[in-house]
């Protein structure tokens, strides 16, 4: 069965401090993986979209990596704006879209 | 930016009443989606449109929930009967193409059920 699972549910960062989002997933012919920013009471916001295995995209201060098993959010010297729930989602064979519950991250001034 | 427009923003309403929610996707985007999404957690699909066509309703409660796309644009998503359980936040989105395109979000319907 395809499944998203998204590591840590929480993440707690002074400003400047940069870290890394986990997403980890199981889907029978990926066929793509998403990036959501999520502001409470807000809808998702799409970030990036990545297709293949070696493939990086970069936005201001974040950039998405995606290997055979997971991907990477890197933050880099965040601000307290960046503070929101990072969602990913998997699309594979079956053409439906799967998200993981987000990594909530809180950036400290 | 050309954005998904929902309505109403916030819903507060009895269980047993009955409750729609409207959607009006990016102008020609052919793939429009209706998901649940509970505080904590990921937005869950429960149904998904090609233009007028339902392609996948299985998490759809079919017994109280009903959603329709009759001219292939704008959209409706009806619960009736409500129940506590039904408390979330709403959300749709559209895509260009079903497949490898990323999906754009409104900012959904707060729904309480009291």
């Known amino acids: 069965e395809d499944q998203v699972t998204q590591s840590p549910e929480a993440l707690r960062l002074q400003e400047g401090e940069s870290s890394s989002l986990n997403c980890s997933y199981t889907v029978s012919g990926l066929r793509g993986l998403f990036w959501y920013r999520q502001d409470p009471g807000k809808g998702p916001e799409f970030l990036f979209t990545?297709?293949?295995a070696g493939e990086e995209k970069e936005k201001e201060r974040l950039k998405a990596t995606l290997t055979k098993k997971e991907s990477f959010l890197h933050i880099t010297a965040p601000k307290p704006e960046d503070s929101a729930t990072y969602l990913c989602a998997v699309i594979g064979n079956f053409n439906k879209f799967y998200f993981g519950s987000g990594t909530k991250l809180n950036v400290k001034p | 930016e050309a954005e998904v427009a929902q309505s109403p923003r916030y819903k507060i309403t009895e269980k047993s009443q009955a409750v729609a929610f409207w959607c009006d996707p990016i102008s020609g985007h052919a793939t429009l989606y209706w998901y649940r999404q509970i505080l904590g957690q990921g937005p869950e699909l429960l149904v998904q449109f090609q233009d007028e066509s339902v392609v996948d309703d299985s998490q759809l409660p079919k017994d109280r929930f009903s959603a329709e796309r009759l001219k292939g644009v704008d959209s409706t998503l009806k619960i009736q009967p409500a129940e506590l359980g039904d408390s979330a936040m709403y959300l749709c989105?559209?895509?260009?193409?079903?497949?490898?395109?990323?999906?754009?979000f409104g900012d959904g319907t707060r729904l309480s059920i009291l």
């Open positions: 989105a559209s895509s260009l193409a079903a497949v490898g395109q990323p999906q754009h």
């Open positions: 990545l297709y293949s």
